[in-house]
Nanobody
Framework: QLQASGGGLVQAGGSLSLSCEASGRTYSRYNMGWFRQAPGKEREFVAT????????YYADSVKGRSTISRDNAKNTVYLQMNSLKPEDTAVYYC?????????????????WGRGTQVTVSS
């Protein structure tokens, strides 16, 4: 089970730190990531990190403003988002996969957590 938290309401230019705590299994050997879905839009890839945290990949829309990291000892993955924009408003989902790294499609992730709402006001 993946449980995302840390969402909220923030003004444009602000920052948020999302966390995703895994339970029920050890995800230390899984590649993990974040997707988001805005109202009326399809789920969109945000970022992914490989099992040991040594490799990361970001969507162009968040590159340079976001950092994904993980702490396998805590079975937790993080997404630090800075310089937030109104277009970052979405429900953010934590995901995990045993497939190869840098998977960008939603159907490539077998494990999904409940999302956390991020709202950025202008």
């Amino acid at each position: 089970q993946l449980q995302a938290s840390g969402g909220g309401l923030v003004q444009a230019g602000g920052s948020l730190s999302l966390s995703c705590e895994a339970s029920g299994r050890t995800y230390s050997r899984y590649n993990m990531g974040w997707f988001r879905q805005a109202p009326g839009k399809e789920r969109e890839f945000v970022a992914t990190i490989n099992w040991d945290g040594g490799s990361t990949y970001y969507a162009d829309s968040v590159k340079g403003r976001s950092t994904i990291s993980r702490d396998n000892a805590k079975n937790t993955v993080y997404l630090q988002m800075n310089s937030l924009k109104p277009e970052d408003t979405a429900v953010y989902y934590c995901v995990a996969t045993k497939s190869g790294i840098f998977r960008l499609r939603p159907d490539e992730y077998a494990y999904w957590g409940r999302g956390t709402q991020v709202t950025v006001s202008s």
